[in-house]
């Protein structure tokens, strides 16, 4: 008998980190003209992988269970699937339609449900489920903090062949809902809701990524790192500066504003160029600053889960970071972060630009510090 999967795609997701809002919920997008993000991309980049699995292997005995056009069966056939349409949303799409479609795939007896989207996407499915099926989330959004999500889009590829062949244990998820206005104008973390759900993890590795760990650093570290980096720092060197505690300190320190400790800033020693920068402003200053070549990069591993690139500084284009020299690239962490995590990783969907910034790399966890730690694609 044919396992049922569905699939439901929030096409917008995604959208509010290239455009430094951290998130898209509670915009009007369609009213703008604007219909797709990066999780249609992501969508259709796992689906890519899923029928590999399916290709290459014997577990073809799926259906597939999608809503009409961008919501799934858009991506599903641009890689050649052939799914089951079980609701109809209406473009532009909407919070009701994820609900919608979430309780269609409950009563069409999927046994999973995979969505490709963010935090609030996932609180969508889980209102529009009940709670009656697994949920396993594929990252495309902007605020991707919960642990029900894959660390990556092949990540996600390896839970389905997982859930395919029976290699899988059912188990507990965190989805955690952030404050996206507080974000937005404060930089401050306000968990707006918790839950705790349904899914699943292969028995073979970890491909789940962990929640985010919203439990302030050691202040001491973190101002030693950013006084001892900024006396280091020479005048004229252009800079981006990430997200984070520690990343933040510095730009203080070097005179650099910073809107909010989730801001993406960039300019150079006692001068600002853009302090919570769009993806535009950060082509602006390379250009300016005559190419990603002349940029040091500043980054900040993000709590528990270890992520330097590709989440939380989406603002940072890829064809800037192509032409950052990974000598350029300096990470940053306290001892006891860097204590905590096993390895770093990075995650753009560009391979190339992922084995880039691949090896083992110097961190920098002191005045004085360092400690080597390997960065993987996630």
């Known amino acids: 008998m044919a396992k049922k999967i569905a699939l439901i795609v929030n096409p ?3 959208i509010g980190g290239p455009l430094s809002l951290k998130g898209s919920d509670g915009i009007p997008w369609g009213e703008l003209g604007i219909h797709i993000g990066p999780s249609f991309k992501a969508s259709v980049l796992f689906l890519k992988f899923a029928r590999e ?4 292997s014997e577990l073809n005995t799926i259906e597939l269970l999608t809503p009409s056009g961008l919501m799934g069966e858009i991506p599903a056939r641009e890689v050649g699937l052939n799914p089951k ?3 109809d949303p209406k473009e532009p799409t909407s919070k009701n339609d994820t609900l919608e479609c979430s309780a269609a795939a409950v009563e069409e007896g999927a046994g999973i449900i995979i969505f490709v989207g963010g935090d609030g996407t996932a609180i969508d499915v889980l209102e529009g489920s009940g709670k009656e099926v697994l949920l396993l ?4 959004g902007t605020k991707v903090y919960s642990s029900i999500f894959a660390r990556s889009v092949q990540a996600a590829s390896h839970l389905f062949a997982s859930y395919l062949r029976g290699d899988y244990i059912t188990t507990e998820g965190e989805i955690i ?12 973390f306000k968990i707006s809701r918790m839950e705790i759900v349904q899914t699943i993890e292969s028995k073979s590795g970890r491909f789940r990524q962990e929640s985010k760990d919203f439990l302030a650093s050691d202040e001491e570290e973190i101002e030693e790192i950013a006084t001892c980096i900024a006396e280091e720092i020479q005048d004229r060197t252009p800079l981006i500066i990430g997200p984070g505690r520690t990343a933040t300190a510095i730009s203080s320190a070097l005179g650099i504003k910073k809107r909010n400790v989730l801001s993406v800033s960039a300019g150079w020693k006692g001068k600002t160029f853009c302090e919570d920068c769009t993806s535009l402003e950060i082509l602006d200053f390379s250009t300016e600053v005559g190419g ?3 940029i040091k990069l500043i980054l900040s591993p993000i709590g528990r889960s270890g992520f330097i690139l590709g989440r939380g500084n989406q603002q940072i284009p890829l064809s800037v970071l192509n032409k950052i020299p990974i000598e350029n690239l300096l990470i940053v962490a306290t001892r006891t972060k860097a204590a905590r995590l096993r390895r770093l990783l990075v995650d753009l969907k560009e391979r190339a630009i992922e084995e880039k910034f691949s090896g083992y790399l110097r961190v920098r966890i002191g005045c004085n510090e360092e400690t080597v730690m390997p960065i993987l694609p996630a």
């Open 292 to 294: 990603g070549e002349k």
């Open 177 to 188: 809902l952030v404050d996206e206005i507080s974000l937005r104008e404060t930089g401050e």
């Open 85 to 87: 349409i079980i609701c």
């Open 137 to 140: 989330g594929v990252p495309g």
């Open 12 to 14: 917008i997701a995604g």
């Open 53 to 56: 699995v399916l290709e290459y």
